[in-house]
C-alpha cells in the first residue's frame, strides 16, 4: 500500500509561514486529486484545499489568499505553503491523495501557531 509522510509542521508565531510537503513510500502516478484537511481539537476534519491532476485549485475561504497548494513530483506529489498562520489555524493537518480512485491518508502533522 502506498504510504504518506508528512513534514513542515511544528511551532510558528502568528504572521509567521510554513511548507507543508507529503512524501510517498513510491513514486506516485495516475492521481486524480490531492488534498489537505485539518482537524482542531473539537471540530470535524474539514477541507482546507485541493487540486486535481489538471491544476485547478480550491480552498477554503478561512485560508484563501494564505495558502496555497502546489503539485510536486512522483515522490513527493503535494505541497501546502501557508503564509500569515492565525492562531486560528492551529490543527491537526493531513494529506489525501487519491489514486486509482482510492484515497490515501497522511498520519497528520501537528500546526500550533502562537500569538
Known amino acids: 500500500q502506498v504510504q504518506l509522510v508528512e513534514s513542515g509542521g511544528g511551532l510558528v508565531q502568528a504572521g509567521g509561514s510554513l511548507r507543508r510537503s507529503c512524501a510517498a513510500s513510491?513514486?506516485?502516478?495516475?492521481?486524480?486529486?490531492m488534498g489537505w484537511y485539518r482537524q482542531a481539537p473539537g471540530n470535524e476534519r474539514e477541507l482546507v484545499a485541493i487540486?486535481?491532476?489538471?491544476?485547478?485549485?480550491n480552498y477554503a475561504d478561512s485560508v484563501k489568499g494564505r495558502f496555497t497548494i502546489s503539485r510536486g513530483h512522483a515522490k513527493n506529489p503535494v505541497y501546502l505553503q501557508m503564509n500569515s498562520l492565525k492562531p486560528e489555524d492551529t490543527a491537526v493537518y493531513y494529506c489525501?491523495?487519491?489514486?486509482?480512485?482510492?484515497?490515501?491518508w497522511g498520519q497528520g502533522t501537528q500546526v500550533t501557531v502562537s500569538s
Open positions: 487540486i486535481t491532476s489538471g491544476g485547478t485549485t
Open positions: 513510491e513514486s506516485i502516478f495516475n492521481i486524480n486529486f
Open positions: 489525501k491523495i487519491n489514486i486509482y480512485f482510492r484515497d490515501y
